[in-house]
């Protein structure tokens, strides 16, 4: 299995070689080059920023589309959590589970059900584990990839416990093979999406060998579907949920903290605020901590690039939507469904060193100080119009060889201005001293073919 399959993609008819996707790249995944951008792919983990932050839309995500409800015999959606949050003036969560089936969906799980079996099983193995505390949450696939390319010594924390919307799909399929008779390859599982993170998750999936999900819809696209088959009049209504505030709660951040009924633990959200804490954990410097919980996205699953809310907003939404909830409405031991469930990887995260400069220790520490000294050289203005975001930025790809110093719109100036002279004192000294030898000429003229060309690379 390919370990960088990507949902964040490149339009490149729609780029125009601005710099601001560079300037927001958590990992600096992106370089601009030919007035055209360009994603690293074994860089990039699929947070989603670069699909915020680029005016010109450029930067997509990749998806399925709700058509291909019909190629299955019997579909199952499994809408996640934040979902809720996007819809005004929602006081019950059987509207939105009634619209899907409405939508041609033929049932639903919810997402935040299974949720509630996580956090339960998240409890029982911390208590079982504690001397190996802090654990790292694992929902969230953008910061489970961002460890295994970043923080190596930091995956040995990783709560090794599959996410909700995996163990939402294993139920779901198996109530569908019992309930129907079918197999399960004309069974469909459909998760609704915040993010293309969970896309990313379910074509190359870390910790497991292959996910039960076999589609994933964005919210923005399945919400005014949903819309028009939503109705109020609750006497019309199927009593679908079976989430209480735990499993609804962990669409914001912290969310699946309190699902853990525990005071030590640290909730943090925002991919630049996560690199952050991540840094600060492989410093040892937090103690005490038995859990803790990143989101990539800002405000939690809320704020995920594939909804259509405000993320505070919805967050707002979420809150008072599971005020009068139960603590939690699903337990491990309330079906036959739930009890033989394995909540457990099935394999372990391995690292990827993949901003690893040198095949050895010894050829990355002399790669390192070159670019040292090459950073030193450059102006530290971390402008970017030389494509990379930071002038370390650039002297790393200088010495993978993936730039040249004059990539530097200051260097190459600099570069231009000393050809510059030369040709003019040494056409002036011809002109003076009347000699125009061979090897005087070949000089000039391999000062002005080096001239020429570095002027014809950045004019295209």
């Not at 993170?197 to 999900?213: A, D, F, M, N, Q």
Request: charged letters at 25%.
């Amino acid at each position: 299995m390919n370990k960088f399959i990507h949902s964040v993609q490149l339009d490149e008819s729609a780029c125009i070689g601005c710099i601001n996707c560079i300037k927001y790249c958590p990992t600096q995944a992106i370089r601009v080059h030919n007035g055209k951008a360009k994603i690293t792919p074994q860089f990039c983990i699929d947070c989603g920023r670069c699909l915020r932050y680029c005016p010109h839309h450029a930067k997509t995500a990749v998806y399925d589309s709700v058509d291909e409800i019909q190629e299955f015999t019997y579909t199952v959606a499994l809408p996640a959590p934040s979902l809720y949050t996007q819809f005004n003036n929602l006081n019950n969560i059987d509207i939105v589970l009634n619209a899907l089936l409405l939508m041609g969906f033929d049932d639903v799980f919810e997402v935040s059900a299974a949720a509630e079996l996580v956090s339960e099983a998240s409890r029982t193995y911390i208590q079982e584990h504690e001397a190996d505390a802090p654990f790292i949450s694992t929902a969230c696939p953008t910061i489970v990839r961002l460890i295994r390319v970043k923080f190596p010594t930091l995956i040995p924390r990783l709560l090794p416990l599959k996410p909700p919307v995996e163990v939402a799909a294993e139920i779901a399929r198996k109530r569908a093979i019992e309930k129907t008779g079918l197999k399960s390859e004309d069974i469909g599982i459909f998760f609704i999406s915040p993010c293309p993170s969970k896309v990313t998750y379910v074509k190359s999936p870390l910790g497991i060998e292959k996910s039960e999900i076999d589609k994933v819809l964005a919210i923005k696209e399945v919400y005014p579907i949903l819309l028009k088959h939503m109705t109020h009049d609750e006497s019309k209504l199927k009593p679908l949920s079976m989430s209480g505030r735990i499993g609804i709660g962990w669409s914001n951040a912290g969310g699946e903290s309190a699902g853990l009924i525990t005071d030590n633990y640290l909730a943090c959200d925002g991919i630049m605020s996560a690199l952050r804490v991540l840094s600060d954990l492989e410093d040892e410097k937090f103690h005490g901590l038995k859990f803790v919980e990143l989101n990539a996205c800002n405000g939690g699953c809320v704020g995920g690039p594939l909804t259509v809310e405000n993320p505070y907003v919805a967050t707002a939404k979420s809150k008072q939507l599971h005020r009068d909830l139960p603590v939690a409405r699903t337990h491990s031991d309330d079906s036959d469904d739930y009890k033989d469930l394995d909540y457990q990887w099935s394999s372990y995260v391995e690292y990827e060193p993949v901003f690893r400069l040198g095949k050895s220790f010894r050829e990355s520490f002399e790669m390192m100080g070159l670019i040292e000294e090459l950073t030193e050289q450059l102006p530290g203005l971390d402008c970017g119009s030389c494509g990379a975001p930071t002038c370390r930025a650039l002297a790393e790809d200088i010495i993978r060889g993936d730039a040249t110093k004059n990539d530097c719109i200051y260097a190459f100036h600099e570069y231009i201005n000393t050809l510059s002279k030369d040709i003019f004192f040494l056409t002036q000294s011809l002109q003076l001293s009347g000699n125009h030898s061979s090897e005087s000429m070949d000089l000039l003229e391999d000062y002005i073919y080096k001239l020429t060309t570095e002027l014809d690379k950045k004019e295209r």
